[in-house]
């Protein structure tokens, strides 16, 4: 089976060598996205298990779906769902599950989805095209909510003051009209190495689409569903989605600080569900050069032992 990707995942190399797939195996795409890992997995000789909370995603997945001939099953629904969507299906346990966390490409190069503050759209952000968008945010929202999230969403250090400047500029309806409110306030300058409307927009998307609680409820599922020996190997673009990622494997696989003097080591009380992590990898500077994207990428692995698992939400 051959197909053209539109998007070249990143660090797919090191992806599947994470999960070093045996034909037969029943891997999970946990974000599913244009389909690249879904498309190696396939290829590698998988039967994949696909989610995507965004309805484009998974309309024009159905091309993938039907040339799989009963090797795909593409399941409209948040990862952080799996578990059940799985054992609803009798598809439990799995042999891997994957996850590229963030926004996807396609959802980045379509202005109308309003991801973008590089093109002109509608201020909308929702990944499964539903709830409340990025304009009723901005535009409704009391000054101090707007700053605790830019601050705490996207490390903005100047959060006050861009808040102070949205509430001023109401109502804003498109990206640009946001992007430049923010560039505005903080002064932005075109030689500027970096747009300062990356932060605000990071942080924007990242809380009406909960992609932090979701991304700590999907690796508690993914505990759930692996076998023991079952590979998780997850993507993450950003320092507050990697380090959610760090925590939880340390934490399952048993590694606890050493402490001090002032501040005992505490001992773990259950069993580890995973065993000790892979280094970190990130991605060589001939692939920052084909995709840039995959600048910020850090890859993180480990395999399921036959603990059980936590039930717990992992993460932070």
């Known amino acids: 089976m051959t197909v053209v ?5 990143v660090l797919l190399d090191e992806v599947l060598a994470a999960l070093d797939i045996v034909p037969g195996e ?7 996205g244009a389909g690249g890992y879904t498309r190696a997995m396939l290829a590698s000789g998988a039967e994949v298990i696909a989610f995507d909370r965004d309805p484009d995603a998974v309309r024009e997945g159905q091309a993938l779906v039907a040339e ?13 769902a799996m578990a059940e969507e799985l054992a609803r299906r009798d598809l439990l346990p799995v042999d891997g599950v994957t996850m590229d966390i963030g926004v996807s490409s396609m959802q980045l190069d379509r202005a109308e989805r309003g991801f973008s ?17 990025a304009a009723d945010f901005v535009n409704q929202a009391d000054e101090a909510l707007i700053a605790d999230v830019l601050y705490q969403y996207g490390e903005e250090p100047r959060s006050r003051r861009v808040a102070r400047a949205i509430v001023a500029a109401r109502p804003i309806t498109t990206t640009l009209e946001l992007a430049n409110v923010i560039r505005k306030a903080l002064g932005y300058r075109p030689h500027d190495r970096k747009d300062p409307a990356t932060r605000s927009f990071q942080a924007l998307r990242i809380y009406l689409n909960r992609e932090l ?7 508690a599922a993914a505990e759930r569903c692996l076998k023991p020996g079952g590979r998780l190997a997850v993507v993450s673009f950003h320092s507050l989605e990697d380090r959610i990622v760090k925590r939880f494997l340390r934490e399952r696989s048993g590694k606890v600080s050493a402490g001090s003097r002032h501040r005992p080591a505490v001992e773990p009380v259950r069993e580890a569900s995973f065993e000790n992590p892979a280094r970190a990898v990130r991605p060589g500077e001939a692939e920052v050069a084909r995709n840039p994207r995959a600048r910020s990428a850090t890859l993180r692995a480990a395999r399921r032992t036959a603990a059980q698992a936590w039930h717990g939400k992992g993460g932070e």
Do not use: W, Y
């Open 213 to 219: 609680d979701e991304l700590t409820d999907g690796l």
């Open 117 to 133: 503050f590089q093109a002109e759209g509608p201020l909308d952000m929702r990944m499964s095209q539903s709830g409340e968008t």
């Open 68 to 80: 799989a001939e009963g090797r795909l099953t593409l399941i409209e629904a948040p990862f952080s």
């Open 26 to 32: 029943r891997h999970v795409d946990a974000t599913f």
């Open 5 to 9: 990707a539109p998007h070249v995942p």
